[in-house]
């Protein structure tokens, strides 16, 4: 089984930046692909980021292209998502998934609020 835990939420003013953290444990050899994914209060959860195992390949939805970078250091078993030129309409619950074969694993959650 695999566990995922997210962290570096907050409060950050419109324009600023964050990064938030997943890092794996468990059986991480069987992760195929990670990414991050965000729901707004109301709003169903979106894509946001992907990035393969071998961290060869990532992808982004057009809201946050320009704006958002993911990465990966596999000997820490852990996702980055760097988060700049934040907006008020980031604000989310970003959550980390985990894609092995068969099954997907989510993390907690974090809070990022966009806000002045």
């Known amino acids: 089984q695999v566990q995922l835990v997210e962290s570096g939420g907050g409060l950050v003013q419109p324009g600023g930046s964050l990064r938030l953290s997943c890092a794996a444990s468990?059986?991480?050899?069987?992760?195929?692909?990670m990414a991050w994914y965000r729901q707004a209060p109301g709003k169903q959860r979106e894509f946001v980021a992907f990035?393969?195992?071998?961290?060869?390949?990532?992808g982004y939805a057009g809201s946050v292209k320009g704006r958002f970078t993911i990465s990966r250091l596999n000997a820490r078993n852990t996702v980055y998502l760097e988060m700049n030129s934040l907006e008020p309409g980031d604000t989310a619950v970003y959550y980390c998934?985990?894609?092995?074969?068969?099954?997907?694993?989510w993390g907690q959650g974090t809070q990022v609020t966009v806000s002045s």
């Open positions: 468990g059986m991480v050899s069987s992760i195929n692909r």
């Open positions: 990035i393969t195992a071998t961290g060869g390949n990532t």
């Open positions: 998934n985990a894609a092995l074969q068969g099954a997907a694993i």
